[in-house]
């Protein structure tokens, strides 16, 4: 069986693109590959796959990245867990003997928690919280997209980064963990999970945010795992190669539930498409206040400027000074922004 069968459906779309965008009076030189969180990571696996080389020019990397694949040892650990809660041999054979449904359904019974994944070569991509990722396979995915672009992979497309600024609210707040870390032992022991020196770590987030809980600073440290740090990585790698490089920052916080959630995971996605009315109101993304419409024609009108031209309208990002747009009510360049909490994942898988 052909292996990351999800990225041969993606490359198969894309040549279709290519073979037919002057159809639709399109430019099959200037296609924008561009999605948000798995999306994303989707996308960063595309920008390092051999056989996508050629069919995007330009992409945009949301919430999304270069580190988030599989070992083979990673998926066979996953692999072997599910055909025990199937109860069939873990062969592809025995699982043709399912339909699509009946697979789906079995995946939502194999959790996290049931599967070790961290090994001593790989980090857990998900972080104990995701265990469905691309594998890699020595062909599409021969190594970590994060190190085929330090090797110089799409060294010719324009690429544009991003993350949000609370990320990881929406995932740790439904679930009340944040308020139940109340004690800096917790804290440290949820901290382990992703980072090998967790006190040292959580001391200086404190020194940084020295207004947050101990659950808002767990908040901050995993959405610095699972999309901060693996966005300025990537961010890094790719401005190393000629293709430009810019990176942003989406810090526009919702009102949703009392403000709590701030700028969370997906909240850009009403704001980027710029159809706020369905994201508006007490169960809208955006809240009940919404946003302005001046920042969603804003942000449409920057991520079309890059599709069309490759500059987003501000400056280029390099290694040295990190220059990242602040995207807000108001917009800024930061140059080298949270640099004391990126010096502490520096070696960190």
Not at 89 to 94: D, I, L, M, R
Not at 157 to 166: A, M, Q
Not at 190 to 204: E, S
Not at 330 to 335: E, K, M, Y
Request: charged content about 20%.
């Amino acid at each position: 069986m052909p292996s990351n069968l999800g990225l041969r459906d993606q490359l198969a779309a894309l040549r279709w693109v290519r073979a037919n965008a002057a159809r639709f009076g399109g430019d099959p030189a200037r296609v924008t590959l561009f999605g948000e969180s798995a999306g994303g990571m989707s996308v960063a696996a595309l920008l390092a796959c051999p056989a996508a080389t050629g069919l995007f020019r330009r992409a945009i990397v949301m919430s999304g990245s270069g580190q988030a694949v599989l070992s083979g040892e990673q998926a066979d650990r996953i692999a072997a867990r599910y055909a025990q809660v199937l109860k069939i041999e873990n062969t592809a054979a025995a699982y043709r003997r399912f339909t699509p449904e009946q697979l789906l359904a079995a995946q939502r019974r194999v959790t996290p928690k049931m599967v070790k994944l961290e090994t001593d070569e790989y980090a857990d991509p998900g972080g104990g919280q995701v265990l469905y990722f691309p594998v890699i396979d020595g062909d599409l995915v021969p190594a970590l997209p994060l190190a085929g672009l330090r090797d110089g992979a799409s060294r010719a497309v324009d690429v544009l980064v991003g993350y949000n600024s609370d990320e990881a609210n929406y995932f740790l707040i439904p679930t009340g963990l944040l308020k139940k870390i109340k004690f800096d032992f917790l804290l440290n022991l949820a901290v382990k999970r992703v980072h090998p020196a967790p006190a040292a770590l959580t001391a200086v987030y404190k020194r940084v945010y020295p207004e947050k809980s101990r659950g808002e600073l767990l908040s901050a440290i995993a959405t610095a795992y699972q999309f901060q740090v693996p966005s300025v990585r990537l961010a890094d790698a790719h401005a190393r190669q000629p293709g430009h490089t810019f990176m942003y920052e989406f810090g526009w916080q919702s009102s949703a539930v009392g403000g709590t959630y701030g700028a969370y995971h997906g909240l850009e996605l009403p704001l980027v498409f710029n159809n706020r009315a369905v994201a508006t109101g007490p169960r809208g993304m955006l809240g009940p206040a919404g946003a302005s419409a001046a920042l969603a024609a804003r942000m449409q009108a920057a991520w079309v400027a890059f599709a069309k031209t490759g500059d987003p309208g501000w400056a280029a990002y390099a290694p040295g000074e990190r220059k990242t747009m602040l995207i807000g009510d108001t917009w800024h360049v930061q140059t080298n922004p949270h640099a004391a909490e990126l010096r502490a994942w520096e070696g960190v898988r």
